[in-house]
């Protein structure tokens, strides 16, 4: 039994000394030539991403005219999708309006007179610059 | 950011640097890196073209996972051991077998021609018991007792428990010490 106490201490030692000596074992460093070809990858590897990566911002950063023609351009000036989708509705209502409301919204004397076509509607009610022409037919 | 100013910058910084194209940082990730991948691929494969094929190979993977790189989750060692004994481990399921006659001899004009004899037999009869280590065993020693791992690191790389590393160390040491049994007076170890 001491024996084998003995023998597994001697081990354990033996083992420690090995370790340590195998720490200290110059195979175990890496060449000059190693470190070079590492760093050589490092390098290109990291130019590799830089390029994707300025790549991919460039793309991001691409007019709309290149990539579809004026409309596209047009618009992107108006504010894209969300804008346009706004003014067809916007139309769309007005339209509704117009067509529900019939002469309702018709109750001043111009519009009764131009929807009831009267004789004495004269352009010159709407513009004030006809009224010269009118005097003149009338003499 | 200079060379100099980054000695002490953490690996996960170092990383980021990297990854926002920062030159000084790819150097000095590989300076401070590469020679622990290699030491560990060395250590389990015996054999120095080989381990410098997978050095090379997880520290590129290293590289090219830089931008995606998520700080605080897991260290950058550890990470890299991991890449390291799976490319080890791949290997030696390939080729079995190692060519230790193939490593050349190491240079160190500071001890005597004997001493540095008795070195390396005894760096060479380690390498080949280790070489017979089953492959977890072998990992487990090498990253124990001669990286000077601890076992919570050791069971994050080897994705087990750190009771399961316990074990595997324990069983590697006395394995190794049967190997080495028959060789304690060659390689100058004596009773008393």
Known sequence: MADKFDDKMFDDDMLEDLFASAKSDARAEPSPDLMARVLESAQAVQADQQAAQQATQGASQSPLREEGGWWRALLQALGGWPSLSGVAVAGLAGVWIGVSSGTALMQNTLGLDLYGEVAQTYLSDLDVSYALNLGVEEE | ?192
């Open chain 2, 1 to 192: 950011m200079p060379y100099d100013q980054q000695d002490e910058m953490p690996d996960d910084a170092l990383l980021v640097l990297y990854a926002n194209g920062d030159s000084p940082a790819a150097r000095s990730l590989t300076l401070r890196l590469t020679p622990r991948a290699f030491a560990q691929a060395f250590r389990m494969l015996g054999d120095r073209a080989e381990a410098e094929d997978v050095a090379q190979e997880a520290m590129i993977r290293l590289f090219k996972q830089a931008p995606d790189w998520r700080q605080g989750e897991a260290k950058v060692t550890t990470w890299l051991y991991r890449v390291v004994a799976n490319l080890c481990t791949d290997r030696l399921r390939k080729t079995r077998g190692v060519a230790l006659d193939a490593v050349p001899e190491p240079e160190d004009d500071a001890k005597s021609a004997a001493q540095q004899m008795q070195d390396q037999a005894r760096n060479d009869a380690l390498q080949a018991a280790l070489n017979g280590l089953p492959e977890r065993q072998r990992l487990a020693v090498v990253l124990r007792h001669i990286e000077g791992l601890g076992n919570p690191e050791i069971a994050e790389i080897m994705e087990i428990s750190v009771e399961a590393v316990e074990s595997l160390t324990s069983r590697g040491k006395r394995a190794l010490a049967q190997a080495l049994a028959g060789q304690r007076e060659a390689l100058g170890y004596t009773d008393g």
